[in-house]
């Protein structure tokens, strides 16, 4: 979704090179061959509408994009470049969908062992269901916010030495969480599970997420219920939505996965993808970011399919717009940690930055870069990036 000076209302675009095609120009040019989409759809402020037609609706229309910028296409001219095409640098970007549910899994082993490791016993550093189940939590839809909006360093307890009272102040313990969520497009009834083998038809596409966590309240919250208010101050998300289907040459095969799966997890085939992620952080002193962390979304054991089957099992209705968050994406080494916590080992090896500074955690000013990409044979598919600022 993005809006210019010059139509400030906001309208549904493609990203060509450092051009934006906006699809209503497809519209008002009956581009399209399904008529639900020369209407309006296009302009209504999100991309929820369109997402809720699915999966056979996307493909056409896709299909009919890649058509009109074809040789010979619709747009094959100077001319029609000129007069259609939006440069990237006037446009304002916008949430690309209403945000009605907002999901975080805990999906990486590698992650999830860290944690257990650094937490709990290193000899049992995952709890008994995580190898049997999607473990995840609910998040607050209403603080997700785009790639470039600020994040307030939070308020709240904290008991850092196990004290008999906990204290109140700012957050000394701010991190970031490398993930990737996917938008949720045609949704299911209240009551009526999505199967695992049909799920992928229900996801629209991807975006980078950043969730944000406040780590010393997390560790005073949590139990028994989980995450609140540790992760409820933002949410970053980048501003492209990349389709599922602009994806199919990425597929790969996942982790192995043991014990199996009970049957309603169990997935045949490539389900997950080969997407190159990186994370960087530029501090006020800095010239440019520094990557402290490159991992890949082919490294999270319970995979999108899963995520669904699990999250609609009981017979939870899933809606357009939703959100389903993939959890920190850590890979198998220390360069591959996605978050501080990791990286540092719970502040116990602090990163050098090239300012001559270090990190155990984040600091005011600290910008946190996240990227992604796709590399295919002469082409990349990139996700643009979640940038936030800790003020």
Known sequence: MFSTAAHPHKRVGIAIGDHILPLTVMSELSLFRD???NGDIFGRGSLNDFMALGKAVW?????????????????????AIGRYFVPQREATMHLPAHIGDYTDFYSSKEHATNV???????NNALLPNWLHLPVAYHGRASSVVLSGTSIKRPL???NP????????????LMDFELEMGFFIGSGNELGEPIPVESAADHIFGLVLVNDWSARDIQKWEYQ??????AKNLGTTISPWVVPLAALEPFRVDGPVQEPEPLPYLQTNGRHAYNIHLEVAIQSQQMDAPQVVCRSNHKHLYWNMSQQVAHHTITGCNLRPGDLLASGTISGPTADSYGSLL???WRGSKPIPLADGSERRFLQDGDTVILTA??????YRIGFGEARGTIV
Do not use: N
């Open 224 to 229: 028994p219920l989980g995450p609140f208010l």
């Open 156 to 158: 709240g307890q904290t």
């Open 59 to 79: 493909d056409s229309g896709r299909a009919d994009i890649q058509t009109a910028l074809s040789v010979g296409g619709y747009f094959d001219t100077a001319e």
């Open 373 to 378: 990409y796709a590399q295919g044979d002469g």
């Open 116 to 122: 257990g490791t650094m937490f709990r016993d290193p």
């Open 35 to 37: 008529e639900r989409l």
């Open 161 to 172: 030495t196990d004290a008999p009272s906990p204290t109140f102040g700012p957050s000394k």
């Open 342 to 344: 990791e990286l540092t």
